[in-house]
């Protein structure tokens, strides 16, 4: 069983940048993947970035490659989404979400875990 808690949303404008944070209990959050999803009003919940248990391999959605950094410190059960040059674009609800799968890391369904969720407003 994993629990995540998000927190480090914010209003921002745009060009700024954010860090969010996803906190995890569990011992074995390590060998979990780590995913990012955000969903804006009337919109469906899309994949962000992902990160696989070991920190080697990530994944970015395209609209946020060059911008926006996943990580994680597997010593203290945290995963980090750094956000940089932010659009008014980015606002959206963003999730934390943790898998134990390693190949098919991009849709919501493979994910067993998610947080409630931290708000992030972008500005023009």
């Known amino acids: 069983q994993v629990q995540l808690v998000e927190s480090g949303g914010g209003l921002v404008q745009a060009g700024g940048s954010l860090r969010l944070s996803c906190a995890a209990s569990?011992?074995?959050?390590?060998?979990?993947?780590m995913g990012w999803f955000r969903q804006a009003p009337g919109k469906e919940r899309e994949f962000v970035a992902a990160?696989?248990?070991?920190?080697?391999?990530?994944y970015y959605a395209e609209s946020v490659k060059g911008r926006f950094t996943i990580s994680r410190d597997n010593a203290k059960n945290i995963g980090y989404l750094q956000m940089n040059s932010l659009k008014p674009e980015d606002t959206a609800a963003y999730y934390c979400?943790?898998?134990?799968?390693?190949?098919?890391?991009?849709?919501?369904?493979?994910?067993?875990?998610w947080g409630q969720g931290t708000q992030v407003t972008v500005s023009s």
């Open positions: 990160i696989i248990w070991s920190g080697g391999r990530t």
């Open positions: 979400a943790a898998t134990k799968n390693r190949l098919v890391v991009t849709t919501t369904q493979t994910y067993d875990y």
């Open positions: 569990g011992r074995t959050f390590s060998t979990y993947t």
